[in-house]
């Protein structure tokens, strides 16, 4: 499946479930959904701030997973709200942060790899 795919088949699920009624594609109808998806790496964070140790156990992991799968879920509702093309729009900042300097964005921006 392709990421638009997927968006479509999660907008699909999410209609069917309920979760978009009374909401449309309104500023604060998108709002919302950023907050959702807020939530649901803040309960990331949380799993690993309670429970990770050493390496992580398998069932922090999963825990991690699934927070992880329930923000993609919520950025593919966002994307089919907004009628955003989820495959294009990864290409291109893909393609984008590919020909970005080394550490871009850090105050080691394009110091050279030490290893290289």
Avoid at 40 to 55: I, L, N, Y
Wanted: some cysteine.
């Amino acid at each position: 499946m392709t990421l638009n795919d997927w968006r479509d088949d999660v907008w699909r699920l999410m209609e069917a479930k309920g979760f978009h009624a009374g909401r449309g594609n309104t500023r604060d109808d998108v709002l919302v959904r950023l907050c959702l998806v807020h939530t649901e790496v803040s309960e990331a964070v949380q799993e690993v701030k309670r429970h990770w140790t050493g390496d992580g156990s398998p069932a922090v992991r999963a825990a991690v997973a699934e927070e992880v799968a329930d923000t993609l879920i919520r950025l593919l509702d966002l994307c089919g709200c907004m009628g955003i093309d989820v495959d294009a729009a990864v290409s291109v900042k893909h393609a984008k942060n590919a020909v970005r300097p080394h550490l871009y964005g850090t105050p080691k921006e394009g110091i050279a790899h030490a290893n290289a």
